[in-house]
Antibody, heavy 116, light 110 residues
Protein backbone atom coordinates (compact mmCIF):
# COMPACT_ATOMS: atom_id res chain seq x y z
CA UNK A 1 0.00 0.00 0.00
CA UNK A 2 1.33 3.40 -0.98
CA UNK A 3 1.54 5.84 1.91
CA UNK A 4 2.75 9.43 2.08
CA UNK A 5 2.97 11.24 5.41
CA UNK A 6 3.69 14.94 5.67
CA UNK A 7 5.05 16.62 8.79
CA UNK A 8 6.64 19.87 9.87
CA UNK A 9 3.73 22.27 9.56
CA UNK A 10 2.85 24.80 12.21
CA UNK A 11 2.55 28.47 13.08
CA UNK A 12 5.35 30.75 11.93
CA UNK A 13 5.74 34.51 11.85
CA UNK A 14 5.98 36.43 8.57
CA UNK A 15 9.54 36.32 7.31
CA UNK A 16 10.20 33.08 9.13
CA UNK A 17 11.21 29.64 7.88
CA UNK A 18 9.82 26.14 8.07
CA UNK A 19 10.84 22.77 6.62
CA UNK A 20 8.22 20.28 5.60
CA UNK A 21 8.93 16.57 5.24
CA UNK A 22 7.07 13.83 3.39
CA UNK A 23 7.98 10.25 4.22
CA UNK A 24 6.78 7.62 1.78
CA UNK A 25 6.39 3.85 1.62
CA UNK A 26 4.88 1.29 -0.72
CA UNK A 27 6.76 2.22 -3.88
CA UNK A 28 10.34 2.64 -5.07
CA UNK A 29 10.82 6.26 -4.07
CA UNK A 30 13.92 6.99 -6.15
CA UNK A 31 12.17 5.93 -9.36
CA UNK A 32 9.57 8.69 -9.26
CA UNK A 33 9.33 12.44 -9.38
CA UNK A 34 7.58 14.04 -6.44
CA UNK A 35 5.43 17.13 -6.11
CA UNK A 36 4.24 19.61 -3.48
CA UNK A 37 0.76 21.10 -3.81
CA UNK A 38 -0.90 23.57 -1.44
CA UNK A 39 -4.41 24.69 -0.69
CA UNK A 40 -5.16 27.96 1.06
CA UNK A 41 -8.19 27.98 3.37
CA UNK A 42 -11.35 27.83 1.28
CA UNK A 43 -9.41 27.98 -1.99
CA UNK A 44 -8.44 25.58 -4.75
CA UNK A 45 -5.33 23.53 -5.34
CA UNK A 46 -2.10 25.26 -6.26
CA UNK A 47 0.91 23.43 -7.72
CA UNK A 48 4.01 24.53 -5.79
CA UNK A 49 7.09 22.53 -6.74
CA UNK A 50 8.36 19.26 -8.20
CA UNK A 51 11.60 17.29 -8.23
CA UNK A 52 12.88 14.50 -10.43
CA UNK A 53 13.53 11.03 -9.09
CA UNK A 54 17.26 11.56 -8.80
CA UNK A 55 16.84 15.04 -7.40
CA UNK A 56 18.82 16.74 -10.13
CA UNK A 57 15.92 18.65 -11.64
CA UNK A 58 13.70 20.97 -9.63
CA UNK A 59 10.78 23.13 -10.64
CA UNK A 60 8.87 25.92 -8.89
CA UNK A 61 5.77 28.02 -9.22
CA UNK A 62 6.52 31.69 -9.74
CA UNK A 63 4.81 32.45 -6.41
CA UNK A 64 7.49 30.58 -4.43
CA UNK A 65 10.55 30.76 -6.68
CA UNK A 66 13.56 32.04 -4.80
CA UNK A 67 11.97 31.42 -1.40
CA UNK A 68 11.20 27.68 -1.37
CA UNK A 69 13.60 24.81 -2.04
CA UNK A 70 12.52 21.28 -2.80
CA UNK A 71 14.87 18.38 -2.13
CA UNK A 72 14.81 14.67 -1.43
CA UNK A 73 16.84 12.01 0.38
CA UNK A 74 16.32 8.76 -1.49
CA UNK A 75 18.13 6.80 1.23
CA UNK A 76 15.44 7.91 3.69
CA UNK A 77 12.46 7.80 1.30
CA UNK A 78 11.79 11.41 2.26
CA UNK A 79 10.86 14.53 0.34
CA UNK A 80 11.44 18.01 1.75
CA UNK A 81 10.24 21.55 1.21
CA UNK A 82 12.35 24.29 2.79
CA UNK A 83 10.25 27.43 3.02
CA UNK A 84 11.96 30.76 3.74
CA UNK A 85 10.75 34.35 3.84
CA UNK A 86 7.25 33.14 4.52
CA UNK A 87 4.30 35.43 3.85
CA UNK A 88 0.72 35.45 5.02
CA UNK A 89 -0.36 34.25 1.58
CA UNK A 90 1.69 31.06 2.07
CA UNK A 91 -0.83 29.96 4.70
CA UNK A 92 -2.22 26.68 3.40
CA UNK A 93 -2.40 22.94 3.78
CA UNK A 94 0.62 21.50 2.01
CA UNK A 95 0.30 18.11 0.32
CA UNK A 96 2.97 15.90 -1.13
CA UNK A 97 2.14 13.63 -4.04
CA UNK A 98 4.00 11.22 -6.22
CA UNK A 99 4.69 11.66 -9.94
CA UNK A 100 4.64 14.97 -11.76
CA UNK A 101 2.93 14.66 -15.17
CA UNK A 102 -0.01 13.56 -13.08
CA UNK A 103 -0.28 13.09 -9.33
CA UNK A 104 -1.23 9.55 -8.39
CA UNK A 105 -1.08 9.27 -4.60
CA UNK A 106 -1.44 12.01 -2.03
CA UNK A 107 -0.57 12.50 1.60
CA UNK A 108 -3.05 13.84 4.13
CA UNK A 109 -1.42 17.24 4.25
CA UNK A 110 0.19 19.47 6.88
CA UNK A 111 -1.08 22.92 7.81
CA UNK A 112 1.23 25.92 7.62
CA UNK A 113 -0.02 29.13 9.18
CA UNK A 114 1.94 32.34 8.67
CA UNK A 115 0.80 34.95 11.13
CA UNK A 116 2.13 37.32 13.75
CA UNK B 1 -0.14 33.36 -18.02
CA UNK B 2 -1.91 30.08 -18.71
CA UNK B 3 -5.27 29.67 -17.02
CA UNK B 4 -7.03 26.32 -16.70
CA UNK B 5 -10.79 26.81 -16.80
CA UNK B 6 -13.49 24.72 -15.12
CA UNK B 7 -17.15 25.30 -14.47
CA UNK B 8 -17.41 26.81 -10.95
CA UNK B 9 -20.40 24.68 -10.09
CA UNK B 10 -22.64 21.97 -11.50
CA UNK B 11 -25.70 20.12 -10.34
CA UNK B 12 -26.85 16.60 -11.19
CA UNK B 13 -29.76 14.46 -10.08
CA UNK B 14 -29.12 11.12 -8.41
CA UNK B 15 -28.72 8.53 -11.16
CA UNK B 16 -28.08 11.19 -13.75
CA UNK B 17 -25.09 11.87 -15.95
CA UNK B 18 -22.89 14.93 -15.79
CA UNK B 19 -19.85 16.03 -17.76
CA UNK B 20 -17.35 18.45 -16.28
CA UNK B 21 -14.83 20.12 -18.56
CA UNK B 22 -11.30 21.45 -18.32
CA UNK B 23 -10.04 23.96 -20.82
CA UNK B 24 -7.09 26.22 -21.46
CA UNK B 25 -7.27 29.98 -21.79
CA UNK B 26 -5.16 29.61 -24.92
CA UNK B 27 -5.18 26.49 -27.03
CA UNK B 28 -6.76 23.12 -26.38
CA UNK B 29 -6.23 20.76 -23.45
CA UNK B 30 -5.16 17.76 -25.49
CA UNK B 31 -3.77 14.43 -24.32
CA UNK B 32 -0.29 15.94 -24.45
CA UNK B 33 -1.11 17.82 -21.29
CA UNK B 34 -1.82 14.54 -19.44
CA UNK B 35 -5.22 15.74 -18.18
CA UNK B 36 -5.88 14.43 -14.70
CA UNK B 37 -8.99 14.64 -12.52
CA UNK B 38 -9.00 14.85 -8.74
CA UNK B 39 -11.88 14.55 -6.31
CA UNK B 40 -11.88 16.29 -2.95
CA UNK B 41 -14.44 16.27 -0.19
CA UNK B 42 -14.32 18.90 2.60
CA UNK B 43 -11.52 18.31 5.07
CA UNK B 44 -9.97 15.51 3.05
CA UNK B 45 -6.94 15.22 0.83
CA UNK B 46 -7.51 15.09 -2.92
CA UNK B 47 -7.98 11.69 -4.51
CA UNK B 48 -6.89 10.92 -8.05
CA UNK B 49 -9.76 9.67 -10.17
CA UNK B 50 -8.52 9.78 -13.76
CA UNK B 51 -5.01 10.31 -15.13
CA UNK B 52 -3.55 10.56 -18.60
CA UNK B 53 -6.91 11.67 -19.98
CA UNK B 54 -8.83 8.42 -19.47
CA UNK B 55 -7.04 5.96 -17.13
CA UNK B 56 -8.97 5.24 -13.95
CA UNK B 57 -6.93 5.16 -10.78
CA UNK B 58 -7.05 1.97 -8.72
CA UNK B 59 -10.35 1.49 -6.94
CA UNK B 60 -12.22 4.19 -8.84
CA UNK B 61 -15.69 3.06 -9.94
CA UNK B 62 -16.26 2.75 -13.67
CA UNK B 63 -19.05 5.33 -13.54
CA UNK B 64 -16.17 7.85 -13.72
CA UNK B 65 -14.64 8.25 -17.17
CA UNK B 66 -12.31 10.71 -18.84
CA UNK B 67 -12.10 11.89 -22.42
CA UNK B 68 -11.35 14.78 -24.74
CA UNK B 69 -14.45 16.60 -25.98
CA UNK B 70 -13.67 19.13 -28.64
CA UNK B 71 -10.77 21.12 -27.30
CA UNK B 72 -11.31 20.30 -23.64
CA UNK B 73 -10.60 17.46 -21.27
CA UNK B 74 -13.76 16.04 -19.78
CA UNK B 75 -14.83 14.02 -16.76
CA UNK B 76 -18.13 12.20 -17.07
CA UNK B 77 -19.99 10.69 -14.14
CA UNK B 78 -22.64 8.21 -15.24
CA UNK B 79 -25.25 7.26 -12.65
CA UNK B 80 -24.29 9.91 -10.11
CA UNK B 81 -24.54 8.96 -6.45
CA UNK B 82 -24.96 11.09 -3.37
CA UNK B 83 -21.37 10.56 -2.28
CA UNK B 84 -20.13 11.95 -5.60
CA UNK B 85 -20.96 15.38 -4.21
CA UNK B 86 -17.46 16.86 -4.03
CA UNK B 87 -15.09 19.37 -5.52
CA UNK B 88 -13.45 18.21 -8.74
CA UNK B 89 -10.17 19.62 -9.96
CA UNK B 90 -8.41 19.06 -13.22
CA UNK B 91 -4.65 19.29 -13.60
CA UNK B 92 -2.67 19.82 -16.76
CA UNK B 93 1.05 19.27 -17.26
CA UNK B 94 2.39 22.33 -19.08
CA UNK B 95 5.88 20.98 -19.73
CA UNK B 96 9.25 22.02 -18.29
CA UNK B 97 8.27 20.40 -15.01
CA UNK B 98 5.33 22.74 -14.40
CA UNK B 99 1.72 21.75 -13.78
CA UNK B 100 -1.39 23.88 -13.33
CA UNK B 101 -4.72 23.16 -11.66
CA UNK B 102 -8.08 24.48 -12.66
CA UNK B 103 -10.13 26.41 -10.15
CA UNK B 104 -12.32 23.41 -9.41
CA UNK B 105 -15.96 22.52 -9.92
CA UNK B 106 -18.29 22.13 -6.97
CA UNK B 107 -20.66 19.29 -7.84
CA UNK B 108 -24.00 19.07 -6.11
CA UNK B 109 -26.08 15.90 -6.29
CA UNK B 110 -29.73 16.65 -5.66
Amino acid sequence: EVQLLESGGGLVQPGGSLRLSCTVSGFTFRDYAMTWVRQAPGKGLEWVSAISGGGGDTFYADSVKGRFTISRDNSKNTLYLQMNSLRAEDTAVYYCANRNYYLLHWGQGTLVTVSS
Amino acid sequence: QTVVTQEPSFSVSPGGTVTLTCGLSSGSSSTGYHPTWYQQTPGQAPRTLIYNTNTRSSGVPDRFSGSILGNKAALTITGAQADDESDYYCGLYMGSGISVFGGGTKLTVL
